[in-house]
């Protein structure tokens, strides 16, 4: 049986020893220091850590990232934009596209058997939170390379390049913001597809947190169109109406200061101040979430254990078999839903009434 439902009903032994695992699935214990204190995460040896085992968020990353070059490809193919300006027309929506995607790995249920274990042996789920932004903020970086280098590679002008880079380090921010909150408020514990299409239970969950960050990307292009609606709108009569009330003449200058203000200074501030009150936020209700948490990922790993290794091909042809089975597996997996969206509502009040 897949049913989420019904692994959540048996009952836990904290006492009981732990079991040898598979050489399939080896464990990942963290052990504890010396003083018996909780390891301590670190972005360098999470990159570190992330690099040496090559878990199944990174190929999914490095699939965000195709997905972005395809969408420049297609904007070069069919829209023929200007190359030597190519910011709003090319490499915003082309990052965009991308990171989506990519903060579906800012989430702390990305590697459930080690969240599991660190959390279990006592790290700060916030602390980890941390570690993986700063972990996805560079990888995220290294993409924004890649496409501004393709841009200049084929646009033959990199003069747009250096008044950019600050829009250019802040473009990834508002969505690892998106990622932070939705790690937290709905987690969703990494499956392979063979194993998921088995686990129909897990397909309610599973579509709300692909849907999360790809409807609040929204927010994102929002915050980097406004500005832009302003500057084209507005800049114009502000720079003019206060250069008539000094009854000075307008010049390139001032052109350049208002450009430097908006989008060198306000912008990027404005993005960091999101990305930094939506970390805080994520960081609070996971550390009084946090053996919710722990509880997700190891009715997870159970399920997980269970489920026979089919191929991805077979693992799809058995779906019309069950169809029956897939109402009944759902209602379960939204009841589970309800009590941790109740949870967090409760959990959020608290952070708000004193």
Known sequence: MTDETALSAMPVIEAAPAQPT????????????????????????EFARVLRTRPDWLYGLLCSWALGLGTFAFLL???????????NAVVVPVILTAVADGSLTNQLAAEPRWAADLLRSGADPGRILLARNLLLAVWELLFVAIVVALTVRLGHSAAWVRPAL????VLPIASIAIGNL???????????????????GTW??????????????????????LPVYLEWRWEPRVVTHVLDLKHYAPTVQHAAHT??????????LWHLTVWLISLRLA???ARMRKQGLIKLMERHLDLNARLPDLSFHAAARQLPRRIREIPKDLRGELGLLGSGLLEATATAARLWVP
């Open 22 to 45: 598979s050489p399939a699935q080896p464990s990942e214990q963290m052990p504890r220091t010396q003083h018996g204190s909780p390891p301590r995460i670190t972005a360098f040896s």
């Open 77 to 87: 193919a069919f829209t023929r934009p200007d190359l030597a300006h190519p910011m």
């Open 166 to 169: 600050p829009q250019l380090a």
């Open 182 to 200: 939705a790690s937290v408020l709905m987690p969703c514990p990494f499956m392979r597809m063979s194993k998921r299409f088995q686990a129909v």
């Open 204 to 225: 309610a969950r599973w579509t709300i947190y692909i849907a999360i960050p790809w409807g609040l990307s929204s927010v994102a292009l929002a915050m980097w169109a």
């Open 259 to 268: 450009y430097i203000m908006i989008w060198v200074v306000i912008i990027p």
């Open 283 to 285: 960081q609070t209700l």
